[in-house]
Nanobody, 115 residues
């Protein structure tokens, strides 16, 4: 059974940092294109960042460029999102996604940035 489990969320003050992790089980992460999405209250889910299987290509939403860094450790079957200079508008539930022939979602984790 495939599972993606996020961790590292929580409450942080504006300007602070958090690192999210997404540990995969039941699949070999190295074969998968991975993404982080987020969904704020009353808003649609949006792409935050994604990364190719080998980690050589990354892509970011304009709203997080220069502040967030997506990375992966295929040996640990883990995806990361380093979030710096956090703003209140980054408050959302963050989800990791794995995509190959099928799409798998994590359960999501809350990130709250206070002003």
């Amino acid at each position: 059974q495939v599972q993606l489990v996020e961790s590292g969320g929580g409450l942080v003050q504006s300007g602070g940092s958090l690192r999210l992790s997404c540990v995969a089980s039941g699949l070999s992460l190295s074969s998968y294109f991975m993404s982080w999405y987020r969904q704020a209250p009353g808003k649609e889910r949006e792409l935050v960042a994604d990364i190719s299987g080998a980690g050589g290509t990354t892509n970011y939403a304009d709203s997080v460029k220069g502040r967030f860094t997506i990375s992966r450790d295929n040996a640990k079957n883990t995806l990361y999102l380093q979030m710096n200079s956090l703003k209140p508008e980054d408050t959302a539930v963050y989800y990791c996604l794995a995509r190959l022939w099928t799409i798998y979602w994590g359960q999501g984790i809350q990130v709250t940035v206070s002003s």
